[in-house]
C-alpha cells in the first residue's frame, strides 16, 4: 500500500476517534481563567487538585505559578501553587494508546487535539480581607482558574525583603528578599547548603553586598580567600550575561566600606586589596577549653594543661600582673570568668610553655635528671635546674611565685605526658600568631571597627595552612564579636547607646569548622556557636553557614537554622536530613532539588509564606576564582 493512503488512514482513523470521544468543555477565557478544576478520584487527596487547561493555555501555567480558583456555586475562594505540571495529554485517549503511539512512531503528520493538566497545591481559602486560612472545603469541580499576576503573587507569597536574593521561578516578576530589620530572620540563622558548583558563593556573595548596603555589618571567614575581591565589580562572562538580563550593573563593594584582615605572617589571596589589614589572635581570650580541643589534646595532656593554667593564674597573681592589687574592677572580672566562653586575662603560651616545662622537670625520675648531665651527689644539685624562659617568669620573684604556687598545686606526675604537652604548645607558640601586650607588634582585630553598619571584614584564612589554626582565628573572632555586641547591647539597655548594628556572620566551608565527625571532641567549640545562636536572637548577630557537606555538618547546627538556602543537593540522606528540618516545602520541589542549575535554590525564610524557588541573581561583585 503506497506510503500516503496509509498516513490518511490513520489520520482519518484518529478524528473518527476523537469525535468519539469529544473534546472536553473548558470554559471559554473571556473570564481571564486558563483551565477548570477536575472532579476527584478515590486517589485524590487534601490540599491537592488536579486542573485541566485549556490547549492555548497550556503554558500559562509554569511550574511554581501561583493560581486562585473560584469555586463554582459554593462562592469560595482558593489560592494555590503549581507543583506538577503543565503535563500535554490528546483529548479523550489514553497518551499511551496503540493508536496515538503509531502516529509518533510512524511520523504521521498529525497532531492530536490536547489538553494541559497540573497538579495545583491548595495553599489556603482566601477570606474576603485577603488573609488565608487553613481550607475547610475543596473548590468543587468545574471551577475556573486564573493565574496571579505577579503583584498579586509577590503579595501572597510575602517574600520580599531589601536584601534582595533573586527572582521567583513561576512568577519572574517577583523580587525575592529578605528583611534586613526584621529580628525574626537573619538573627535566627541561615543556611547555605549545595553540591559544589551549585552557586553558593555566588548566593553570599549578593547576600554580603546587599546585607551592607542595607546597613548591616558583615563579617566572613573566608577560608578560600573567595570575597577578597568583592570591591570590584564582577568581570565573569555568565555573570555579565545574567546581570544584564536583570538589568542589574556589575557593581563592587564600596572600598571604603570594605576590609581584608589576614593573620599575621600570613599572606592574603588579594594582596592587591586597598584596605589590607594583619591580625594577632589574643591567646588570653580563648577559652583554654576550647584551645585544648582546637589543639587536641589528650586526655593525659589536657589534665595537665588545665593543672598548668590553674598555676598560670596563681603565678600571674602572685606577681601582680593580673589582677592588679587593689584593682577592684580586675578582681571582680578574674571572678566572673567563665572558662568555657573565654580564657583568663594575660595568661600567655610562654608562660604556659614555662610551666609544662617545670611540672616535666618536676616529674622527672632522679636518673634522668642525673643523665642531664647534673654533677655530684648533693640532693640540691640534683634540683630541677628550672630556667625560665618567659617574660612573667623572668621577672623579680618569678621562679619563686612558681615554685610556691607548684607545690601548692601538686601536679600529677609522668614526665612524657607533661613533655608531650610541651612540644604542642611549643607548635602552638611557634606559629607566632599571638599578639604579645607588652611588644609592639601586629595588633588583633579591633571587634568595634567590624561591627559598624554598613561595613564587609573580610577575614582571609586562604594561607593560614592548616585547620587548628583557622579554627583558633575562628574561635577568636567569634567570641571578640559577640562581646563587643553583647556590650554595645548593653549600653543600648542602659539607654547609653543606640541600638546594636544587625550582624551577619558568615561562616564559610563550616563542615570544617564543626564537624559532625568531631563534634564530640570539640562540645566546647560546639557550645560557643550555640551560644553566640542563642544570644543572638536577642543581640542582633546572624550566622550563615555555607557547606557542600552537610552531611558533615552536625545535626545540632542545622538545629540552629531557621532560614535554608538550598541549592543542587544530590545525596538522598542529605535530603531526608533536611526534609526533617525545613518545613513546608513539597515533594515536587524536594524532587528538583537534585537537578536544579548553578544559581536556582529552593529558599526558605521565615518570613515566607511558603518556601520558593528562587532564581538566584548572579553577582555584582567579583567573586575571585578558585582552584
Ligand atoms: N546565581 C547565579 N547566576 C548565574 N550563574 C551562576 C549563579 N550561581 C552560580 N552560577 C554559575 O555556577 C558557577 C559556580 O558557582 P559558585 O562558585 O557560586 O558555586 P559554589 O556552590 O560556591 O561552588 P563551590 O562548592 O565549588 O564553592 C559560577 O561560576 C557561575 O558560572
Ligand atoms: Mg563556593
Redesign the pocket.
Known sequence: MPETNGTATIQQQLAAEFALAGEPKLPASNDGSVGVTMFDLPGSSDLTVTVLLGRDHLQRAPSQSLVRIRSVTDERSYLGVVTAGPFAEPDGLRADSGILTAVATHRADYLPPFHGRVQVTILGEELENGELTPPRWRPLPNSPVTVLNDAEAAKVLKCNGDVRL?LAVGHPGVEVGVPSQLKSVFPRHTAVL??????????VAGLIARARAAGMAVVVLDIEGEYTALHEPTD?K??LA?LRERGLPPLGVPPEAMGVYHLVGRGTANPNHPHLRSFSLQFAKLSPYAVMEILGLTEAQQERFLKAYDIAREVLRDLDIFPMKGNVEQERLALEIDELDRGYPRVTVPLLIDIVCACALRAEPKSDKKKRGKVGDDEAEEAPKFVPWSRELKLPGGTDALNSRMNAANPPGNAISWRALQGRLGRLNRLKVFFDETKEGTRPVNYADLIKPGRVSVVDLSDTGFSELNNLVIADILRGIQETQDEAYERFEQQKGPLPTPVLIVVEEAHEFLSDERIDKTPVLFEQVARIAKRGRKRWLGLCFVT?LPAHLPKQVLGLCNSFVL?KLNDPGVISLLKRTVGGVDEGLWDRLPNLA??QAVVSFPHFARPLLVS???SQAK?RMVD
Open positions: 533573586g549545595g553540591t559544589t558548583g551549585g552557586g553558593k558563593s555566588t548566593t565573569h555568565g555573570m545574567g557542600q541549592h548553578p544559581g538566584i541573581d548572579p567573586l
